[in-house]
């Protein structure tokens, strides 16, 4: 575990080359080694299970198996340096809503034309009949 953490202060501290602070690396790298971790619990369980089957299928197995872990591994790095180059971002401010006053006349300045553009096209479908 601390070998993965330093694998990932070092991802993302010095290759990344962030202006994040320390304790945010360090936060991201711990993150990072947490997942890596469980990541290569799973694959070693998923595969030693596999070998024993056939041996044909225990070679596909491992094929698959290690396409998959690297996937993962790849979503996992990404996953990490996103979110430890963005830490110190706050979420997007909320809309400001519109007061009831102005939605309401506004809807009714919308009704208004909709009704005078259909009241136009009556207009001129009886115009163009005569």
């Known amino acids: 575990m601390g070998a993965d953490w330093l694998l990932f202060v070092i991802l993302l501290g010095w290759v990344a080359r962030t202006d994040q602070p320390?304790?945010?690396?360090a936060k991201g790298a711990l993150l990072g080694a947490i997942g890596f971790g469980v990541l290569k619990?799973?694959?070693t369980l998923l595969l030693a299970n596999t070998l024993g089957n056939s041996a044909l299928y225990g070679v596909f197995a491992v094929i698959v198996g290690l396409l998959v872990w690297i996937n993962f591994s790849a979503r996992l790095v990404l996953f990490v340096?996103?979110?430890?180059?963005?830490?110190?971002?706050?979420?997007p401010p909320a809309p400001s809503p519109i007061p009831a006053a102005e939605q309401t006349s506004r809807a009714?300045?919308?009704?208004?034309?909709?009704?005078q553009a259909a009241l136009g096209r009556v207009e001129r479908?009886?115009?163009s009949e005569t």
């Open 22 to 25: 320390f304790r945010v690396i």
């Open 41 to 43: 619990q799973i694959a």
């Open 81 to 91: 340096a996103a979110w430890t180059a963005t830490a110190g971002f706050g979420p």
């Open 108 to 115: 009714r300045e919308e009704a208004r034309e909709a009704e």
């Open 125 to 127: 479908e009886r115009a």
